[in-house]
């Protein structure tokens, strides 16, 4: 059984950064890990993936280039370094990981544990 657990949310101004964090307890180093986001009324979305070497990734477009992930399989906690904040990636950030063997999936059904979300919210 994998668990986990977000962390690093908060409110921060437009142009700001923040860095979240998402530490699993169980073996996760061989797992691609996803970070999604939900806003209110709105579907989870995509945010990034990467794989379990680290050696794939991929963004959605509405972050590429401000929003970096990254792993630490000797930790088992995976990042999500975000810059250039806007309005607009206000959401609840939810980490998953993928326990099926899929190198890099990019989409909810892709995913068997999610962690409980952080909340990221960036004033104008």
């Known amino acids: 059984q994998v668990q986990l657990v977000e962390s690093g949310g908060g409110l921060v101004q437009a142009g700001g950064s923040l860095r979240l964090a998402c530490a699993a307890s169980?073996?996760?180093?061989?797992?691609?890990m996803g970070w999604f986001r939900q806003a209110p009324g709105k579907e989870r979305e995509f945010v990034a993936v990467?794989?379990?070497?680290?050696?794939?990734?991929y963004y959605a477009d509405s972050v590429k280039g401000r929003f970096t992930i990254s792993r630490d399989n000797a930790k088992n906690t995976v990042y999500l370094q975000m810059n250039s904040l806007k309005p607009e990636d206000t959401a609840v950030y939810y980490c998953a990981s993928d326990s099926r063997g899929r190198i890099a999936p990019m989409t909810p059904r892709g995913y068997d544990y999610w962690g409980q979300g952080t909340q990221v919210t960036v004033s104008s």
């Open positions: 990467i794989s379990w070497s680290g050696g794939t990734t």
């Open positions: 169980g073996a996760t180093s061989s797992y691609a």
